[in-house]
């Protein structure tokens, strides 16, 4: 019997840490938490999605309470500027890696508030956006099938929006001060 | 101790919709609170009064995103009444059945939204699984699950499709039966009492004061304030039906009026699907294309009972295609801005969810 | 030594798996109690292990050491944590003052940690936490002691053996009310409703957990998971007889930890005086009952 | 229970404190009176205690062509069923009103609010200034009708341009874009667009 | 009053009551119902799903009514853009497509939905002129580039033939179907007089009317002119009568007549009409002019003008195509100098349409514009006889020939030459002339029964005219209209058949006459022979007969509406040879230019034909040829800006040939 010799093929180190990204791609997309983060009128599809009718636990997903345990920022439709803000903040304390999926049409091109003075048009401009679900609202389905195809992105290593955004950062914060003013919220409780 | 800063969303699991509460507390207790809306402002007002009369129907329902259909009723009857229309007699049943299954629809996700802030998670699952087949219903009715678009100036956009009697039928029967294991499982559940009970209250004098409206004050003032019945729209005047009225007004007793309501709802549907005439559905406001339809001078004041109360819009025609002006009375305003700032303090930090949930407040529609 | 410290470290995984897989299982459970099916039993693993993939975020030395400490503690602590009867790693070292020190120290580890964070919500939730803690262990204790006085050893291996040679005398029928104290106990170190309080998503947003995410929240999941652990054993061993067997355990084991699960979720949660009060009320009194029946009537089922 | 005697009853409570300038009977349920703006105060004092103890809607109209304000309280009798709409003018240019918060508190917020989409003073609530809903706001308020939101949109919130091109066009043939002269020529002949 | 009293009694038990759902089963949809196949397949990789399930996972089925995203059938669209502009989010626009056809009643632009704007309210569906734009059961489409959410919508989605959901229904319909009904005098009364049948709008009606179109200006192509239709029409819908009269005379120097007695191709164009009424847009056009008081038409021009050119311009004829391409060339700035033989100006206008169609004020408020802006109008002034085609050709720097087509047709069949045979256009002047009294009833020779053979809307003319004179002749009428053309492809338009019906037109369509029975020199009747084809398999005219069916309509007269034809006597010898003329029209390039002759202009129905606002059209091509001829060699005053705008209009708003829209017959 012939013996077979198993030989160690020295890994370099750019391609352990591949193989163990892989490895954790692997456990993030099989356990992604949302954000729950109400900005605009989807969020109202998402308590179906997330409760007994829809039951996105099937799927290891899960809403979580706060930014630090998510993985997955929900952007649920439009946002006005003070929601942005405080978006961005919520963007900006999550640990990485992080997804941004965006729901509806809004953050797209504006939706219905394309031309309103308060509801900005492009997410994108401002955060880099993972999956984009279309619909006015998007149904269940449609939400439920867009975090599956963020899924998909991830284990073809394409959802890299959180690396776009150290990349690219200081555009991301030129585009946030020309449409916000100022990015950082100042009222009376942040003093 | 210092007073420590908190706040309450915009982010935050027990804040319903997008909006903060920010809150001085000094250990447990609230010293200072007030809410900080503007979150969901996407300049409403304005962009109703830049989108024709026929259009608005799309935009209107996004002023109230958890009971859409009440805007619609309030801006299509508002439209009406500037008009001098009269609508086919069948459309004002067809209104009254989506307005009051948005209603029950609207209250179960209130009560459901009782297991956020106590931690009853299930009674949350099976309210909206409830839910999920009310938004079922209305996507056979209108073709969307939540932003309906469905009633129109000049009556309800299409008729009922074949058959969703039956549904709606079978959907509140077994909702009917379930009520029993709702109360069980939320209001009479022992351990939600405790949390419930006695606490935020809402006696009479500051309902006055606020402007509370709906069930925050009926539970209050013991009277049948509601416009369903103080100024019948609609068909409401030929329809039987109670106002669940309470003289101690606490989180308890505004939950067991939301409860009570439910069942009234599902009593008027029944009504409604067997009084209901056939006929017309939809009568065009006026001649020619939708593009140049005009709605003549005049102002009114619009107003619907939501799940949370008075719910008005004040119009504003110059005789053009587009609305001169329209405000949003949203029903929350008073309890969710006011209210937040004057009765909040005092109540403990573990309050303050619950305080949002059973007062019904809705930040889009405080927003606008 | 070294065998025992094998032994050890081979208990606290084998605890940490055993109440992750449970604990998945239980979310079937739930599920199915919720009107709907569940994520996969091993969802559990999945979480823990993406924690451990993302990267976190420190918030000083406090923090990150707060964490370590905690969960060596806990680890610590399920080492010393017998199985089964003959399943224990240091013989003599299963004192159940072993394990109330040592829960201490993970308890207060994580405590640090969270107040390293800043958040406020954190403090008000560590605070809540301690609180509860004070709150549950008073009753806890005195049962506990009832229990220690009547079968004459603090070794759980010998409370075990003793109610098991007692005929299958388990405790919570012999000391029926200190039983019940021992479940509501159970649920309050649990942490589960309605004693969830310091926990609480939708008032203090998740309280002393606020800020972890990443590596720090794995390892307070795997922190949790084996607190968990140990705080149901320790039940299984105080008042359901142990188990002669491993199997006995695991069914022993899963038992407990479904039921504290299913009632915690048709249950709402309580405030933090309320979860106060009500220990120091009927759960107090009965324990005092319970140990004033058995230790100086010495009436024991 | 509302008869028209009982519009009579409230006009007469109106006429007794205020000079009405117009009134109307919108339906059953709502009547509206325009009254000066001196008067309004007395007004809602005196309905309030005649019943009218909810103060539904508040708000302003902007009527930029007469270069004014109209303020609107709606009030409500839940006993009587009777919503009251009071009118009143006030000038466009450094708009006041002072405030109805001693007589209706819940007014309060109604006021800041329209602080801040129209610009209307109220002297004697406390927090009229602050900002509510807006944040950063760096334009003229918003309702006012001089404010074009597409504008201020186009100025702040880049719109997508798409990559993809469904057109097919024809190099020579011009007329799309000749039709689109000839509008632009035609719409200058109506009467807006002439010349002179 | 003990608030415990009213709450069932509380319970720590029954809560767990709830337990026993354990063992019920779950309301959650199935994955396999959730899921997309793609996305199915990714799950059963990740063990969620069983690969069983995965193979037949598709989507919940939505409801009948869901208003999912769209798919526009292209043969049906006529990119119109109605829904685009309905859209409250801006999000349909509409892109060229130049790889369609161009026809009539069509846009080369179809819709392109972006839906990072769409809200799927479904007003572009419930807006949708031709019902080609419905709303699917798709309702799932994710993607990571943002750049894939503007889509061309086509009969499919996404490549794949799907269910369609909403679709517009009469509830739904937005678009006002039917048209505002138009006052017009009753046929028992109206066929005793020459009063205006039509009454036209009244300035409520006319707005309803006009509020019914959606302003998508596919009528326009159809136009020979390109008339601003949508344009005008929304300036009455306005209430701007002033910019309606001044973006009419951009286009149109004829819209009296042309509100009349147009043959309003753009109605048949019209995009309502693909599934209703057409707008009626040539009765709104009369509706500006008629409610236009004469003060207003100074406001045309506002500046003069004319004669800043100094260059001169001669016209013969004074028909449509003759005065449209003298306002023209006024407005050009040269003198313009117009022959006419008859007595009055106006052509066809006033002496070949019927009085009760078109009366005479109404051409004389076109006419008298064009006059107010410097056009001599020479009447009774015959070319050939009262000034020489040669006089011309040396006074004038460019001669446009606009003469038409007066003299009448009649079949060459055994019979015809009987003195009591008249053709259409020798009898229709009389009958202008009849109705404006210059002359008498027994000048016109009507006999008490008449046929008239031809279908087009002269014949009706003819018929209807003969139905007149014959009641006040003798008190009854019989007048039977026969034509080679059945109903279904009668060239006549629709109005006239019906209202020639209700004023007691007998009608014998489909024989072709063969004979006219003459016994004793009076006409005993019509011979017909059955016509069993009209056209040939290659659409020529080519009628083919069954003898067996042989008929013979009774009367004492027939009347030939069969065509027309020219009179050149005018055009001298010199020039004969030069001037080539093909089936009785003059040669000549687009614009109207002779070719070989740089100075001479024709347009009308000597030269292209058939109607009069082609012939309107054939005035302004002439006009901006004439222009670019002379206007470099003429003198040039000093020019203001006025001046040079509306040059620059009149030569940019130039005509193009018009599409012919396709005929929809509403009678069968």
């Known amino acids: 019997m012939k013996s077979t010799k198993f030989t160690p093929v020295p890994l370099t180190k750019a391609e352990t840490d591949k193989k163990w990204w892989e490895i954790g791609d692997f456990f993030r997309r099989n356990s992604l938490w949302l954000l729950m983060y109400c900005t605009g009128c989807c969020a109202i599809e998402l308590p179906p999605a997330m409760t007994s009718a829809y039951d996105m636990e099937r799927l290891g997903m899960g809403p979580m309470a706060t930014p630090r345990q998510a993985d997955i920022l929900l952007v649920s439709g439009y946002l006005s500027l003070k929601t942005l803000r405080r978006l961005i903040y919520t963007y900006e304390q999550m640990s990485e890696p992080r997804y941004v999926v965006a729901l509806g049409s809004c953050p797209i091109n504006g939706g219905i508030y394309h031309d309103s003075h308060a509801v900005i048009n492009q997410l994108d401009q401002y955060i880099p956006v993972d999956v984009y679900v279309a619909g006015c609202m998007p149904n269940t389905e449609a939400v439920m099938n867009g975090f599956v195809d963020l899924m998909d992105q991830i284990k073809h290593k394409r959802a890299n929006g959180w690396k776009k955004y150290h990349e690219n950062y200081s555009w991301y914060k030129a585009n946030q001060i020309t449409s916000l003013g100022e990015v950082d919220v100042h009222d009376e409780f942040h003093e | 101790m210092k007073e420590m800063k908190l706040f309450l969303g915009p982010q935050h699991p027990g804040m319903h919709g997008n909006a903060s509460v920010h809150m001085f507390v000094d250990g447990d207790i609230i010293k200072r609170s007030y809410l900080l809306p503007g979150m969901l402002y996407r300049g409403f007002e304005k962009q109703m009064e830049r989108k024709l009369w026929v259009n608005n129907i799309a935009l209107i329902p996004r002023v109230c995103v958890p009971e859409p259909d009440i805007n619609e009723m309030a801006f299509a009857s508002g439209a009406e009444k500037l008009l001098k229309l009269e609508i086919p007699e069948r459309a004002h049943w067809i209104r009254m059945i989506i307005l009051e299954f948005a209603r029950i629809s609207a209250h179960l996700m209130a009560y459901g939204g009782l297991g956020g802030p106590t931690g009853n998670y299930t009674l949350m699952y099976h309210a909206h699984a409830d839910r999920n087949n009310i938004l079922d219903i209305f996507e056979k009715i209108t073709g969307a699950r939540v932003y309906h678009q469905y009633i129109v100036i000049g009556g309800v956009r299409q008729d009922l499709p074949k058959g969703i009697e039956k549904d709606m039928h079978t959907f509140l029967d077994s909702l009917e039966s379930r009520l029993k294991e709702y109360r069980d499982l939320g209001i009479d559940n022992a351990s939600i009492i405790k949390r419930i009970k006695d606490t935020i209250m809402l006696p009479a004098e500051v309902v006055w004061e606020l402007g509370v409206t709906g069930i925050g004050m009926r539970s209050a003032v013991n009277k049948a304030y509601d416009i369903r019945k103080v100024a019948p729209y609609a068909r409401y005047d030929q329809v039987e039906f109670e106002v669940p009225v309470s003289d101690y007004s606490d989180a308890r007793s505004r939950l067991d009026i939301k409860i009570k309501e439910v069942q009234q709802s599902i009593n008027i549907i029944r009504q409604c699907l067997e009084k209901m005439p056939e006929g017309p559905v939809r009568v065009k406001p006026a001649r020619g294309q939708s593009m140049r339809w005009t709605v003549p001078k005049g102002h009114v004041y619009s107003m619907v009972e939501s799940s949370r109360g008075e719910f008005g819009y004040y119009m504003v025609s110059n005789g053009g295609t587009h609305p001169y002006r329209v405000g949003v009375r949203g029903a929350s305003y008073p309890q969710g801005l006011l209210g937040i700032e004057k009765y909040l303090p005092g109540t403990r930090i573990d309050d303050a969810a619950l305080w949002v949930d059973t007062m019904g407040i809705c930040s889009p529609e405080i927003d606008r | 030594m070294i065998v025992n410290i094998l032994v050890g470290i081979g208990i606290a995984l084998f605890g940490f798996a055993l109440q992750t897989s449970i604990g998945g299982i239980n979310r079937k459970i739930v599920g199915r109690l919720q009107k709907r099916h569940g994520p996969r039993w091993y969802q559990e693993f999945i979480d823990i292990f993406k924690l451990l993939s993302k990267r976190g975020i420190s918030h000083g030395w406090i923090y990150d050491f707060g964490v370590i400490m905690a969960l060596g503690g806990i680890i610590a602590t399920a080492m010393f944590m017998p199985l089964t009867v003959d399943i224990v790693a240091f013989k003599q070292f299963d004192n159940f003052f072993i394990f109330v020190y040592l829960l201490a120290v993970g308890m207060l580890g994580m405590a640090m940690s969270a107040s390293g964070s800043g958040n406020p919500w954190a403090s008000i939730g560590v605070m809540r936490a301690l609180t509860t803690m004070l709150a549950y262990e008073v009753p806890f204790l005195i049962v506990a002691l009832t229990i220690i006085n009547v079968s004459d050893s603090s070794s759980l291996t010998a409370i075990q053996a003793f109610q098991q040679t007692a005929g299958n005398n388990w405790f919570i029928i012999a000391l029926p009310l200190g039983g019940l104290v021992g479940v509501l106990s159970l649920m309050g170190m649990l942490g589960k409703k309605p004693f969830e309080t310091y926990i609480a998503p939708a008032e203090i947003a998740s309280g002393p957990m606020v800020e972890y995410g990443g590596k720090q929240l794995g390892m307070l999941f795997i922190l949790h998971e084996i607190s968990v652990f140990i705080e149901v054993s320790l039940f299984v061993h105080l008042f359901l007889g142990g188990a002669s067997n491993i199997f006995i355990f695991l069914i022993k084991y899963f038992t407990v930890y479904t039921v504290v699960n299913l009632i915690s979720n048709v249950n709402g949660r309580f405030k933090i005086d309320q979860v106060v009060k009500f220990f120091y009320k009927w759960p107090l009194l009965l324990a005092i009952i319970q140990a004033f029946i058995a230790i100086y009537l010495g009436w024991v089922i | 229970m509302n008869s028209m005697n009982n519009i009579e009853r409230v006009k007469e409570i109106v006429e007794k404190v205020a000079k009405v300038r117009k009134f109307e009977q919108i339906d059953k349920f709502q009547i509206a009176f325009e009254i000066e703006k001196n008067d309004v105060h007395q007004t809602l004092s005196a309905l309030k205690l005649a019943g009218w103890k909810q103060l539904s809607y508040l708000s302003a109209i902007d009527w930029i062509e007469t270069s004014k304000f109209e303020l609107v309280y709606v009030l409500f009798n839940w006993d009587e069923a009777l919503y009251i709409q009071i009118r009143a003018m006030i000038e466009r240019e450094a708009a006041e009103m002072n405030s109805i918060i001693s007589i209706f508190p819940g007014a309060k917020y109604y006021e800041r609010e329209a602080h801040e989409f129209f610009g209307i003073n109220f002297p004697g609530n406390p927090d009229y200034h602050k900002q509510l809903i807006l944040e950063n706001w760096d334009d003229i308020p918003p309702l006012r009708k001089d404010f074009d939101p597409s504008v201020y949109s186009d100025r702040k919130f880049p719109k997508r341009e798409y990559s993809v091109d469904y057109s097919v066009k024809d190099p020579e043939n011009k007329s799309f874009e000749k039709i689109k002269e000839r509008e632009k020529r035609a719409l200058s002949l109506r009467t807006g667009g002439q010349k002179k | ?668």
Not at chain 5, 166 to 192: P, W
Not at chain 5, 293 to 303: A, G, N, S, V
Not at chain 5, 421 to 427: E, L, S
Request: charged content about 30%.
């Open chain 5, 1 to 668: 009053m003990n608030e415990n009293n009213k709450y069932p009694k509380s319970s720590i038990f029954r809560p767990l009551r709830h337990i026993k759902y354990i063992f019920k089963k779950p309301v959650t949809h199935p994955l396999e119902t959730i899921f997309t196949k793609k996305n199915a397949d990714y799950l059963k990789g990740v063990k969620v799903m069983k690969s069983s399930k995965a193979k037949i996972s598709n989507p919940r089925t939505a409801p009948d009514n869901l208003r999912g995203f769209h798919i526009n059938d292209w043969e049906k669209c006529i990119g119109c853009g109605t829904c685009g502009e309905i859209c409250p989010t801006a999000a349909i626009t509409m892109v060229e497509r130049h790889d369609l056809p161009k026809v009539a009643g069509k846009l080369q632009q179809r819709p392109v939905i972006d839906y990072g704007r769409c809200c799927f309210c479904g007003l572009c569906v419930d807006t949708c002129t031709t019902e080609s734009l419905k709303m699917t059961k798709e309702y799932i489409y994710a993607d990571s580039n943002p750049d894939s959410f503007q889509l061309m919508p086509t009969e499919t989605w996404q490549d794949q033939e799907v269910e369609q959901a909403y679709v517009k229904n009469e509830d739904t319909d937005l678009l006002d179907l039917e048209r505002v009904e138009m006052e017009h005098i009753e046929g028992s009364e109206r066929i005793n007089s020459y009063i205006e049948v039509v009454r036209g709008y009244s300035k409520e009606y006319a707005r309803l009317e006009a509020a019914r179109c959606v302003e998508c200006g596919v009528c326009t192509a159809s136009c020979p002119v390109q008339m601003h239709i949508p344009m005008y029409i929304k300036t009455i819908w306005e209430d701007d009568i002033e910019g309606g009269l001044r973006q009419i005379y951009e286009t149109n120097p004829l819209p009296g007549v042309c509100g009349r007695v147009c043959t309003h191709n753009c109605e048949t164009a019209c995009a309502i009409a693909v599934r209703g009424e057409a707008i009626a847009i040539r009765w709104l056009k009369r509706y500006i002019i008629d409610s236009a008081p004469d003060d207003m038409y100074k406001k045309i021009f506002t500046e003069p003008v004319s004669e800043v050119i100094d260059a001169k311009v001669a016209i013969a004829g004074s028909g449509p195509s003759s005065l449209s391409a003298a306002y023209y060339l006024r407005g050009l700035g040269y003198k313009v100098d117009v022959f006419e033989e008859k007595s009055r100006a106006g052509g066809v206008a006033s002496f070949g349409a019927p009085q009760y169609r078109i009366p005479d004020y109404a051409v004389e408020k076109d006419i008298n514009f064009i006059k107010s802006i410097g056009v001599n109008i020479h009447t009774n002034t015959k070319i050939g006889s009262d000034i020489t085609f040669e006089d011309l050709e040396k006074k004038y720097d460019a001669v446009f020939l606009g003469t038409g087509f007066f003299k009448g047709r009649v079949l060459n069949i055994p019979g015809a030459d009987h003195p009591d045979i008249m053709g259409a256009m020798d009898f229709l002047p009389l009958t202008r002339d009849f109705a404006r009294g210059t002359l008498k009833l027994e000048d016109m020779n009507v006999k008490p029964s008449v046929v008239v053979v031809g279908g087009g809307d002269v014949a009706f003319d003819v018929a209807r005219n003969c139905i007149r004179i014959q009641l006040q002749k003798y008190g009854k009428a019989n007048v039977l209209l026969t034509s080679l053309e059945t109903l279904d492809i009668l060239p006549g338009s629709d109005d006239e058949y019906i209202e020639g019906k209700e004023e007691g037109i007998k009608f014998r369509l489909g024989y072709g006459p063969q004979e006219v029975v003459v016994e004793d020199g009076k006409i005993k009747g019509l011979k017909v022979w059955k016509c069993t084809r009209v056209f040939d398999e290659e659409g020529r005219f080519n009628p083919s007969f069954d003898q067996s069916q042989e008929e013979i309509f009774e009367a004492e007269q027939v009347f030939f509406s069969v065509g027309q034809a020219p009179d050149y006597s005018y055009i001298p010898e010199s020039l004969k040879d030069k001037v080539k003329i093909e089936r009785g029209k003059i040669k000549a390039d687009e614009a109207g230019k002779v070719e070989g002759l740089d100075w001479l202009y024709v347009g009308g129905d000597i030269f292209r034909g058939p109607d009069i606002i082609t012939a309107v059209s054939d005035g302004h091509r002439a006009a901006v040829a004439i222009d670019d001829y002379l206007y470099n060699k003429a003198k040039k005053k000093e020019q203001s800006e006025y001046f040079k705008e509306v040059r620059e209009a009149i030569r940019f708003n130039n005509p193009e040939p018009a599409l012919k829209p396709k005929r929809k017959r509403t009678l069968i």
